[in-house]
């Protein structure tokens, strides 16, 4: 800046010279210029569309696992002989989730707590706590699900109790074929993503009422789901 | 020989001749390192920015040389923590520097943020390094979380439970959120699979990019000044108050300045070192196994306060606070210097920004410190473990001895302390006859309320019965029994005593 203003008028005479064919130069060059520019931003659109076309079934593959449809998650898996939970017992039962992978470890296992509360009544509670999933323990003296985390605290029939949940414990859909119980498995119970799985065409297998099918698909942490017996294997 | 030196020289400019007119860089970062700073801002309260990105480096090299031996897939992951805390030749102490370094890692940016809140350097002109370094901020802390999530273990996996749960609150597009983080249905080797990507790959690029952004922004604006009280920050003065202060006591940042720095660095490198080193490696703890129930998962320390803030959030504003909260508070980081870059700076002239930092600094530790023992948690074997002392049961009849039973047995000490020992949920009982009359207590252990579940089902008449015997005597000589002041007016001709109680006798 100081420099420019000490000596400001030699360089402005030259450029009057310098100005006339600078003019005649940027003019000739101007038709060619628009020229250039125009396929610049021609460059420029396709690339946009290319770019367009890759980073579709780029983003799909990333949003692969959430795209996933909720009836597609999820199956009927066997807990074991309901001889193994006598009644009136509630029981740590652990079976592979049908969502396993090949390279899923000890995670693809999973565990729930079986409750028979008569020959043919039974409930299956996730282990997860409903407020934040962590693993919940049956004290079986005084018939509470307590959860380590934050102290929620469960009733035998999964009702709150007390804690933060905002709800009480999951619960599995459960079938009887046979002498074998079988319960519903998909996602890993939260908040919604349990909500997501109710309507699932496989709880309609031999339903024994329409209420029956109603109360079991809400899942209603009142009473007990009401146990299916069927003959036919879910397909 | 002086010729030879002279040679030597010769040989020497002539190279650094022939590099630098090839590269160009050796010049510019030469001027870019001597450039001038204001002699007022060479403090030891100045180093933490420097001091956080050598962290940086330390936290990259020893995560490269981890990811020679650890196997991101969830059925080898927890075995190749323990190869290299156990079998690979000082593996444990890669480990060890990595976890402590994340550690002092987030400790050294939150005490940066707080200099650099306190001494209102975010203002004009460096409003956007302020913002930049919030994301930085952010990063540090995803980088703490996904890191946790790579020691593989049972705190790793019920911890990804969390996350999964709170991300389900979100409102319609929870569930989808919640397949989005997990990869999938449930917690498994997709998961360890994106939370390794993210940790390796994707965090720590947007944080080198963030970081040279942050220190360009740095070296345009330069360094702050030294706040002092009355010297306002105005957009139209401030560039040529602060070019002025740096051409008239303007010292070279190296090496003039950058000593302290790079003390405080060596300290820093040494503290980590000396603490991995004494205290070894972070876990892994558990096998990642959801068979396992008998944990009590807990999350890292930088976020034991967010653990025990879920503990105490009432249910109906839990989802609220959770998802609305942490929106606020970026949200108000990021536009602090926008609404707040003029003026004073210095802190005593500012008790809105001294209280701010004050209150939240007590605020985290306090949670964190409750985190660290957790009150809300019962106290899953203390109904086996924490007998009743024996001068509770001294000079007892059979029926209170059969109550201390029914208090063992119903596991009442999971969240009730007697004599020090046993849960903290509910209050202690080494007192509970002074506090409340029988009536009191019967009702509340059979109907529950206030945090207490209800026992009416779990106990029979005559377990209740023989419990009240044993928790009526549960009071302290020098205080007389609870009674209800109501009984006089309703039974006029009965005295407090018609159920005596057997006064302890204390051997």
Redesign the interface.
């Known amino acids: 800046m100081s420099e420019d203003q000490t000596n400001p008028t030699p360089p402005s005479h030259h450029a009057t010279h310098g100005e006339i064919a600078l003019a005649a130069n940027a003019a000739a060059k101007a038709a060619a210029h628009t020229r250039r520019a125009f396929l610049f931003k021609l460059s420029l659109a396709m690339n946009a569309a290319v770019g367009a076309v890759l980073a579709v079934p780029l983003v799909g593959y990333l949003l692969g696992p959430a795209m996933k449809k909720p009836s597609e998650t999820g199956a009927w898996i066997p807990l074991g002989k309901l001889s193994d939970f006598p009644v009136g017992e509630t029981r740590l039962a652990e079976f592979r989730s049908p969502e396993a992978r090949f390279n899923d470890g000890d995670t693809a296992k999973a565990a729930c707590w079986v409750r028979r509360i008569s020959e043919d009544k039974l409930q299956v509670f996730a282990i997860n706590c409903a407020h934040l999933g962590c693993p919940v323990r049956w004290f079986a003296q005084s018939k509470l699900f307590l959860c380590p985390c934050h102290g929620g605290a469960y009733y035998e029939d999964g009702r709150r109790a007390s804690g933060p949940p905002e709800r009480g414990l999951f619960e599995y859909r459960t079938a009887l074929v046979g002498d074998s119980l079988l319960i519903h498995s998909g996602d890993m119970p939260t908040f919604t993503t349990e909500a997501v799985n109710k309507p699932k065409p496989l709880i309609q297998i031999a339903p024994a009422s329409s209420t029956d099918e109603a109360q079991a698909a809400s899942l209603s942490t009142n009473g007990a789901t009401s146990p299916m017996r069927s003959n036919e294997w879910p397909a | 020989m002086a010729s030879l030196k002279d040679r030597a020289r010769t040989a020497g400019s002539r190279l650094y001749d022939w590099v630098e007119l090839r590269l160009g860089l050796i010049k510019p970062l030469t001027e870019t390192a001597t450039h001038p700073t204001p002699e007022n801002s060479a403090s030891w309260l100045y180093v933490f920015g420097s001091a956080a990105t050598v962290l940086l480096v330390l936290q990259i090299v020893t995560g490269i040389l981890l990811a020679l031996a650890y196997s991101p897939?969830?059925?080898?992951?927890?075995n190749s923590l323990a190869q290299l805390n156990h079998v690979i030749p000082l593996g444990w102490y890669l480990r060890a520097l990595h976890g402590w370094g994340s550690d002092f890692m987030i400790a050294i940016v939150l005490l940066h943020m707080v200099q650099v809140f306190l001494f209102g350097s975010y203002k004009f002109p460096r409003e956007m390094t302020w913002i930049v370094g919030v994301g930085l901020l952010l990063l540090t802390l995803g980088m703490a979380f996904t890191g946790q999530v790579m020691r593989f273990d049972q705190d790793a996996?019920?911890g990804l439970?969390?996350g999964?749960?709170?991300?389900?609150?979100v409102p319609i597009v929870?569930?989808?959120?919640?397949?989005?983080l997990?990869?999938?249905?449930?917690?498994?080797?997709?998961?360890l699979a994106r939370f390794f990507t993210l940790h390796v790959f994707v965090i720590p690029g947007i944080l080198l990019g963030g970081v040279g952004l942050h220190v360009w922004m740095v070296l345009r604006h330069g360094v702050s000044d030294w706040p002092m009280p009355g010297r306002i920050v105005s957009r139209s003065t401030y560039q040529q108050q602060y070019h002025e202060l740096t051409a008239s006591t303007g010292i070279p940042f190296v090496p003039d300045a950058a000593w302290k720095d790079g003390v405080f660095a060596a300290a820093l490198l040494l503290a980590v070192m000396a603490c991995a080193f004494f205290f070894g490696p972070f876990g892994p703890g558990g096998?990642?196994?959801?068979?396992i129930?008998?944990?009590?998962?807990k999350p890292d320390f930088a976020f034991l306060w967010i653990?025990a803030l879920?503990?105490f959030?009432?249910?109906s504003i839990?989802?609220p606070v959770l998802l609305v909260a942490p929106v606020i508070g970026i949200a108000g980081l990021l536009v602090l210097p926008l609404f707040a870059g003029e003026g004073e700076r210095h802190w005593s002239r500012r008790p809105v920004a001294v209280l701010l930092v004050s209150v939240i600094a007590v605020t985290l530790g306090i949670f964190t410190h409750l985190g660290t023992y957790t009150p809300?948690?019962?106290v899953?074997s203390a109904?086996t473990s924490a007998p009743i002392p024996a001068r509770l049961l001294a000079n007892r009849t059979p029926l209170q001895r059969q109550g201390a039973l029914v208090l063992q047995?119903?596991?009442?000490r999971?969240?009730h302390a007697i004599a020090g020992s046993g849960g903290q949920?509910g209050p202690a009982l080494d007192m509970i006859a002074s506090r409340m009359t029988e009536d009191q207590i019967i009702r509340q252990v059979l109907q529950?309320g206030g945090?207490?579940?209800?026992?009416g089902?779990?106990l029979s008449p005559s377990e209740t019965k023989a419990l009240m015997q044993f928790l009526m005597t549960l009071r302290s000589e020098d205080l007389p029994p609870a009674i209800d002041s109501s009984t006089k007016l309703t039974h006029p001709g009965e005295s407090q005593t018609a159920h005596p109680t057997p006064t302890p006798k204390n051997p």
């Open positions: 897939s969830a059925n080898e992951a927890w996996y019920w439970g969390i999964a749960s709170i991300s389900s609150h929870g569930p989808y959120l919640v397949h989005m997990l990869g999938g249905p449930i917690i498994g080797g997709a998961t096998m990642p196994d959801p068979t129930i008998q944990t009590a998962p653990y879920l503990a959030l009432p249910p839990e989802t809300w948690s019962p899953m109904w047995d119903k596991q009442c999971n969240c949920r529950g945090n207490m579940p209800a026992y089902n779990a």
